[in-house]
Antibody, heavy 120, light 108 residues
Framework: QITLKESGPTLVKPTQTLTLTCSFS??????????VGWIRQPPGKALEWLAL???????RYSPSLRNRLTITKDTSKNQVVLTLTNMDPVDTATYYC????????????WGQGTLVTVSS | SYVLTQPPSVSVAPGQTARITCGGS??????VHWYQQMAGQAPVVVVF???DRPSGIPERFSGSNSGNMATLTIRRVEAGDEADYYC???????????FGGGTKLTVL
């Protein structure tokens, strides 16, 4: 059974760096084809893809946020970490991590999401 | 970058058919996936690779993809289908994932 769970601060100040951790079980990020991505959703707005890391450590980033994002993995801990620098109130959103279905570019398992508010 | 365009809202009476469109340049060359997001919950895949259904998704949900438009069709709509629906592709030209803007399905 695949599960994912996001953790991190619920409140950050403008200009700070956000660090979120995705802890997962039921699969390994060392298995060929596997990936974990991050997606966010501002309140009342659409889903926005942020980043994706593959089993090979290959990484992809949203073009609009590429210069602020970093995604890393710790295979031994079954964790993926996302950092987003220079936070702004417009970055207030629910942040989800999700499992990429091997062989497909879609997310078939999602975490419950964590709401991050950016405010001074 | 690749853009997917969805109508903000679609309304349908119970028992009728809902069609939610997703427009994109030559989208027929892409594999389109559809997610259903109930209020306060994480998205769930209801159709993948244009027209395939994950196990557990009712046959009432189907998809098609042609030209510049992909369509999610929900037959015999039920009150429980009321949700936001998102299309998604992997843009091969840029190697990036793209979501549509989402469509709110209202069951009258």
């Amino acid at each position: 059974q695949i599960t994912l769970k996001e953790s991190g601060p619920t409140l950050v100040k403008p200009t700070q760096t956000l660090t979120l951790t995705c802890s997962f079980s039921g699969f390994s990020l060392s298995t060929s084809g596997v990936g974990v991505g991050w997606i966010r959703q501002p309140p009342g707005k659409a889903l926005e893809w942020l980043a994706l890391i593959y089993w090979s450590d290959d990484k992809r980033y949203s073009p609009s946020l590429r210069n602020r994002l970093t995604i890393t993995k710790d295979t031994s801990k079954n964790q993926v970490v996302l950092t987003l620098t220079n936070m702004d109130p417009v970055d207030t959103a629910t942040y989800y991590c999700a499992h990429r279905r091997p062989g497909y570019n879609l997310f078939n398992y999602w975490g419950q999401g964590t709401l991050v508010t950016v405010s001074s | 970058s690749y853009v997917l365009t969805q109508p903000p809202s679609v309304s349908v009476a119970p028992g009728q058919t809902a069609r939610i469109t997703c427009g994109g340049s030559n989208i027929r060359s892409q594999s389109v996936h559809w997610y259903q997001q109930m209020a306060g919950q994480a998205p769930v895949v209801v159709v993948f690779d244009d027209s395939d259904r994950p196990s557990g998704i009712p046959e009432r949900f189907s998809g098609s993809n042609s030209g510049n438009m992909a369509t999610l069709t929900i037959r015999r709509v039920e009150a429980g289908d009321e949700a936001d629906y998102y299309c998604q592709v992997w843009d091969i030209s840029t190697d990036h994932l793209v979501f549509g803007g989402g469509t709110k399905l209202t069951v009258l």
